[in-house]
């Protein structure tokens, strides 16, 4: 992909956030240049979400790491919440669309990064076990507060 395709598609990409911030219902519902159809502007909407995810993730653990009292629960969790909060419209739009089957496998790639991220999960463990403690874990994130989630989740271990 050369410079110029690049940002072509940041600014379409920009252009569906635009238009999902004033008819989120309809924001798919034409997809600009140069993307070819719903689905590969989904998996690039996808992309944006999970790159702003894994940096922000990546600075906290740096960031507990060097803490004498250091969680990785409560790291991981609020890296996923200032990375929604700092890109609403991305994360409502993914969200209103999480049912299309094209988003199911970067979804369980996310569930397992977060699981293992945050500690509460172990790359030997199977892989669908890692996907569940994950996916646990961000709706538990999503519906309380940190000590909340942490109490739920340890007992799923």
């Known amino acids: 992909m050369s410079w110029h395709d690049f940002h072509q598609r940041q ?3 920009a252009a569906v956030l635009d238009s999902a911030r004033q008819n989120p219902a ?16 989904l998996r690039a909407l996808q992309h944006k979400w ?7 993730v990546d600075v906290a ?19 996923w919440r200032t990375t929604a909060a700092a890109n609403p419209v ?12 094209v988003l199911r496998g970067d979804a369980a790639r996310e569930h397992r990064m977060l699981a293992l991220a945050s500690g ?12 569940r403690v994950g996916q646990a874990f961000l709706q538990l994130l999503r519906a309380t507060g940190v000590e ?9 271990r």
């Open 26 to 41: 309809q924001a798919l519902d034409q997809v600009p240049a140069p993307f070819s159809d719903a689905t590969e502007l």
């Open 120 to 131: 509460l999960a172990e790359p030997a463990e199977p892989d669908a076990e890692v996907v």
């Open 11 to 13: 600014r379409a990409i």
């Open 50 to 56: 999970t790159q702003q995810l894994i940096g922000r």
């Open 90 to 101: 991305l994360r409502d739009l993914l969200d209103r669309n999480q049912a299309d089957p």
């Open 148 to 156: 909340s989630s942490r109490t739920c989740l340890l007992s799923l």
């Open 61 to 79: 653990l740096t960031e507990t790491g060097d803490a004498p009292d250091g969680d990785r629960i409560q790291a991981v969790t609020e890296a």
